[in-house]
C-alpha cells in the first residue's frame, strides 16, 4: 500500500526535483547543439538576476505571469480548467485603455483604481459568456474558452484598426495615455531606486499582484465562497447534495479567473506600454497555466512559479542576446519545466515514494 509523502516533500522537494530534471535535460539539449551549458546557465542567471537592469524585467514579467497564474488556479480549484486567459488579458487591457484615454486624468492614484476596475470588468464580461455556456448548456469550458481567445484577438484588431487609431498614424495602437495615467515604476519608488534600474518597466503594479496572491489565499482558504469553489471542483455531486449551486459556483469562479486575468493589464498596457497595441498579452495567458500547475494552483506556489518563469523569460532573452544559443530555447526550457511539473509530476512523485518508503524499512 502506497504511504503520502510528508507534505514539505509534496510541496517543496517534488517540484524542486522536477526542476532539477528540466534543467539536466536543457543542459543535454544546449550540449547536442554545440554549446555550452555552464556558460547558458551563467547568462540567464546574470542576465535575469545579476543587475537592476536584469531584475527590473524579471519582475515585470513575474507579475503578469502572476496575474494570469492567480487567475488559472482559481478557475482549476472550481473544476474548471480556464485556457482563456490570453483573450481575457487581451479584453482587459481593452478596458484599461478606454478607461485611461475617457478623461485627463491629472494623477495616476486616481487612474488606477479605475483603470483596474475597468481591466477587471471586461476580463470577467469576457470569461462570464463560456462560464454560462458551460453552466447552463453543457458546452466545455477548454473548448469555449480556447476559442474566445481567438475572438478576443479579431475584435481587438478591429478596433486598433478601425476605432481606437489615432487619425494619421499607420501604426495599429491607440494613442499615448495621459501624463496623469503614467504609474511609477519600482525605481520612482524611494529606498527602492538603488536595487531596480530607471529604464525598466517593472512598476507599482508588482505590489498590486502580490495583495491580489492574499487575497486569492483569503478566499480559497478562510472563506465560505473559497470553501464552496474547493468543494465543487472535488465532487459536484457532493457538493449538491450540500446544496451548492453548480451554476452559481460556475459562474462566480469563471468571472473572478477573467477578472484576475484582466488585471494583468495595468502592469502590461497602463505601466509598461502605455498604451493599447496589439498582441501586448504576448502568450502570458497561457504561460499562466503552466504557472498555476507548477504551483499546485496554491496562491504562493504560484507566486514562487511566475518569479521561476520571470526568470527564464528574462534570462531567455539574454541567451538570445549575448550568446549564439537561438532565442528558441526559452519555449523548449519552459516546454521541459511544464513537462516535469504537469505530465511527469506523478513519476516523479512515485520515485521519491519510493526512497521514502525504503527510508521507513530500514529505520524501523
Not at 526542476?19 to 539539449?29: D, E, N, P, R, T
Not at 554545440?34 to 535575469?48: C, H, K, R, S, W
Not at 503578469?64 to 479584453?91: C, D, P
Not at 528574462?314 to 537561438?326: D, K, N, R, V, Y
Amino acid at each position: 500500500m502506497r504511504q503520502p509523502l510528508p507534505a514539505w516533500a509534496d510541496v517543496v522537494l517534488v517540484p524542486i526535483l522536477s526542476l532539477i530534471a528540466a534543467f539536466l535535460i536543457s543542459g543535454l539539449v544546449i550540449l547536442g547543439i554545440g554549446e555550452d551549458p555552464v556558460e547558458a546557465l551563467n547568462t540567464m542567471v546574470t542576465g535575469a538576476l545579476g543587475s537592476a537592469y536584469g531584475w527590473g524585467y524579471t519582475l515585470y514579467y513575474a507579475t503578469n505571469f502572476l496575474f494570469t497564474g492567480l487567475a488559472v488556479a482559481v478557475a482549476f480549484r472550481a473544476s474548471l480548467f480556464n485556457i482563456g486567459g490570453e483573450g481575457q488579458a487581451g479584453l482587459g487591457g481593452l478596458g484599461v485603455a478606454l478607461v485611461c484615454l475617457m478623461l485627463p486624468w491629472p494623477h495616476w492614484a486616481l487612474a488606477l483604481p479605475a483603470a483596474m476596475i475597468g481591466g477587471a470588468l471586461f476580463g470577467a464580461a469576457w470569461a462570464a459568456i463560456p462560464a454560462w455556456l458551460q453552466a447552463r448548456r453543457g458546452s466545455h469550458i477548454v473548448i469555449t474558452t480556447i476559442m474566445f481567445n481567438f475572438i478576443a484577438a479579431a475584435l481587438l484588431n478591429y478596433m486598433l484598426v478601425n476605432v481606437l487609431r489615432p487619425p494619421g498614424s499607420m501604426d495599429p495602437a491607440t494613442a499615448r495615455f495621459p501624463e496623469g495615467a503614467k504609474l511609477p515604476t519600482l525605481h520612482d519608488i524611494p529606498g527602492l531606486s538603488a536595487v531596480f534600474g530607471p529604464n525598466t518597466p517593472a512598476n507599482i503594479t508588482f505590489f498590486i499582484a502580490l495583495a491580489a496572491c492574499l487575497g486569492v489565499w483569503v478566499l480559497l482558504f478562510r472563506s465560505r465562497l473559497g470553501y464552496e469553489i474547493r468543494a465543487f471542483g472535488k465532487s459536484e455531486h457532493a457538493a449538491v447534495y450540500a446544496g451548492i449551486s453548480p451554476t452559481r459556483i460556475t459562474m462566480i469562479a469563471m468571472l473572478i479567473s477573467g477578472g484576475l486575468s484582466g488585471l494583468m493589464a495595468i502592469n502590461n498596457v497602463m505601466g509598461e506600454a502605455e498604451r493599447l497595441v496589439l498582441n501586448s498579452v504576448e502568450g502570458a495567458g497561457f504561460i499562466g497555466i503552466a504557472v498555476a500547475l507548477m504551483g499546485r494552483n496554491h496562491p504562493f506556489g504560484v507566486l514562487l512559479a511566475s518569479l521561476l518563469f520571470g526568470f527564464l523569460y528574462q534570462g531567455g532573452a539574454e541567451l538570445g542576446l549575448w550568446t549564439s544559443i537561438p532565442l528558441e530555447l526559452r519555449t523548449v526550457v519552459q516546454a521541459l519545466v511544464i513537462l516535469f511539473t504537469g505530465a511527469l509530476d506523478q513519476m516523479m512523485r512515485m520515485a521519491v515514494e519510493r526512497v521514502f518508503a525504503l527510508f521507513r524499512r530500514r529505520t524501523a
